[in-house]
């Protein structure tokens, strides 16, 4: 499937749209950032399919680390009995997150289990009986329109039941929520930019969980305390558009703020900078410009957690590539802690593939050990042909400037590569190697095949550990 279908696609779906809803959205316009920024192909070939369930896998190993912070402390033990929904991990530390089980059974150990990177990490399995959930959990279909938590309760909740954002970080989502009495949320910032090629399931889910998205963003609102909420969606979604613009009808707090395709603009300070025109200074969080940002499918899980008491217990997960055949490239709910192999299988992995990537081809990260378990954050299982996959010969820098030209944070991409190739760490420090998003955009435009983005993340790291040493020095 090429550019061709995704084209016939968009037209199929622009055909859907009534003329007064095109109004409505022609005079919304469209914003993006301006300063880097490149276009990759799209390839949303799983754009139409609708979300499927995938089939529970028999044993589930679910790890502590499907977050950013500290893993969790595993609550349970081999032989224990457990039920969809109940705790297993408990947030070990300020910057950590619940985990819930995400099938019924018996816990068959806790374990090191080596995850997509190839390092052990810990985990529960569980052998699965049946499908059993908690009891305090709604499995119904059920709208629940009325929202009865306030702010703290709803922050507590987010807590509770394993919130985070599924935009690819997994940071913990009622961190951002918990504000210092001097910072004020002015825009909850929601995006739906999906900017990442390939991965579709942030579009699906507008379209087949409109309503409770939008009750997740009221619900989000009041956690914050805005005033408005701005959904900033790409233009390559017309339908998704046109549902939300229809939605927010009667939802004065919410806006649709369509956006130009360009990537990164699901990034956090560049949604931020488009759609309200703030820059979020160095080192700073998007509340100091008084913004808080989270994922379109952030605020349906949030929907479920405050509306239904339901934990995060499966991921969604778009399966792709240009090698895949076309009615093989599906959206999926996968129960955490699902083979990886079981995807692979019922896909069918393409002959031809070189590399396996979990989340988008920019920002995702190849698939090390095929032995390894679905998490919250697996936003996509790409196939990359082995021609795709291949990185060009690499030849010298030709300080050409392109790098720098696409880099949406203003940074001199050549330099830290070399800086960080030579450890040279207070260089990298100075040179604003932390502000780097790991976009990847210089690398996407190098003529010479540098292979920058590698060595920044590694000199960022290394920069990082450094900074924390000195800080804990003093
Ligand atoms: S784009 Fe590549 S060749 Fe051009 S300046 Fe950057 S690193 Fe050098
Ligand atoms: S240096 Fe970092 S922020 Fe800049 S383009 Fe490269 S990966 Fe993106």
Redesign the pocket.
């Known amino acids: 499937m090429g550019k061709e279908r995704i084209k016939e696609l968009a037209g199929e779906l622009a055909g859907e749209i009534s003329k007064e809803i095109k109004n409505d959205i022609r005079k919304l316009g469209k914003k993006t950032f301006h300063m880097g920024g490149v276009h990759p192909e799209a390839n949303k070939f799983a754009h139409g399919m609708s979300v499927e369930t995938f089939p529970l896998p028999d044993q589930a190993v679910v790890y502590m680390t499907q977050h950013l912070g500290a893993p969790a402390n595993p609550v349970v033990q081999k032989g224990d009995k457990v039920k969809v929904g109940q705790l297993i991990g408990e947030a070990n530390g300020f910057v950590s997150a619940n985990i819930h089980a995400p099938i019924s059974g018996t816990v068959n150990r806790v374990d090191m289990i080596a995850d997509i990177s190839g390092y052990k990490k810990p985990a529960v399995v569980i052998d699965r009986e049946g499908d059993d959930w908690m009891e305090d959990i709604d499995t119904s279909d059920e709208i629940i329109r009325e929202i009865k938590l306030g702010k703290d309760e709803i922050i507590a909740r987010m807590k509770d039941r394993g919130i985070v954002g599924l935009g690819g970080a997994c940071f913990p989502t009622h961190i951002k929520y918990m504000l210092k009495p001097e910072q004020k949320c002015e825009f909850l910032i929601i995006n739906a930019a999906e900017c990442e090629p390939y991965i579709s399931t942030d579009n699906r889910v507008v379209l087949e969980r409109t309503e409770q998205c939008i009750i997740g963003i009221e619900i989000a609102l009041i956690a914050s305390g805005a005033d408005k909420a701005i959904i900033g969606i790409e233009d390559n979604k017309p339908r998704a558009i046109a549902k939300l613009v229809e939605a927010v009808k009667g939802h004065p707090k919410i806006e649709v703020q369509p956006l130009r395709i360009k990537y990164p603009q699901g990034a956090e300070k560049q949604l931020i900078k488009a759609i309200t025109g703030r820059s979020v200074p160095n080192g700073a969080l998007p509340i100091s410009v008084g913004c808080i940002v989270n994922n379109i499918t952030t605020m349906y899980v949030l929907y479920q957690a405050v509306q239904k008491n339901k934990p995060i217990v499966q991921a969604y997960t778009t399966v792709s590539g240009k090698s895949v055949p076309a009615e093989r490239c599906k959206n999926f709910r996968i129960r955490l802690g699902t083979p990886i192999k079981a995807i692979m299988d019922a896909v069918g992995i393409p002959e031809d593939t070189g590399k396996i990537i979990a989340g988008g081809p920019m920002m995702g990260k190849a698939v090390a050990n095929l032995d390894a378990y679905a998490g919250k954050g697996m936003s996509s299982l790409l196939f990359l042909s082995e021609k795709e996959a291949a990185r060009g010969e690499v030849s010298n820098?030709?300080?050409?400037?392109?790098?720098v030209e696409a880099c949406p944070m203003g940074l001199e991409?050549?330099r830290l590569?070399a800086f960080s190739e030579l450890n040279r760490l207070e260089d990298c420090e100075k040179y604003g190697i932390m502000n780097c998003i790991e976009c990847g955009s210089?690398q996407f435009?190098?003529?010479?095949n540098?292979p920058?983005l590698d060595f920044v993340r590694v000199g960022k790291a290394k920069t990082g550990a450094m900074i924390r040493a000195r800080a804990a020095k003093k």
Do not use: D, N
């Open positions: 820098c030709l300080r050409c400037g392109k790098c991409p050549y590569q210089c435009t190098c003529p010479s540098r920058i």
